[in-house]
Nanobody, 124 residues
Framework: QVQLVESGGGLVQAGGSLRLSCAATTRILSTYFMGWFRQAVGKEREFVVGITRTGGRTDVIDSVKGRFTISRDITKNTVYLQMNNLKPDDTAVYYC?????????????????WGQGTQVTVSS
């Protein structure tokens, strides 16, 4: 059974940075597309950024492009989300997810495994 465990969330002022981690209990990074989603209060869950199983391609939404970066450490079965220049609109619960689709998806229904989420709050 695959489990994904996020960490690294917290409270930060606008303009600050956070790094989220997603640790997998099994070696899935080389076989699954890994994505980060977020869900703000009263809004639908949205795709933020993802990385292919080879690490050779990433997909990122326009609103975080240039500020958020996804990376991974195969040896630690961990995916990271580096978030810089955070804005109050980035406040949300952030989820890590794994999809068996080769090039991933921005649709949450096409993900097979999910973490429990970690709260990110950006104050103005």
């Amino acid at each position: 059974q695959v489990q994904l465990v996020e960490s690294g969330g917290g409270l930060v002022q606008a303009g600050g940075s956070l790094r989220l981690s997603c640790a997998a209990t099994t070696r899935i990074l080389s076989t699954y597309f890994m994505g980060w989603f977020r869900q703000a209060v009263g809004k639908e869950r949205e795709f933020v950024v993802g990385i292919t199983r080879t690490g050779g391609r990433t997909d990122v939404i326009d609103s975080v492009k240039g500020r958020f970066t996804i990376s991974r450490d195969i040896t630690k079965n961990t995916v990271y989300l580096q978030m810089n220049n955070l804005k109050p609109d980035d406040t949300a619960v952030y989820y890590c997810a794994a999809s068996s689709r080769r090039y991933g998806s921005r649709v949450s229904d096409e993900y097979d495994y999910w973490g429990q989420g970690t709260q990110v709050t950006v104050s103005s």
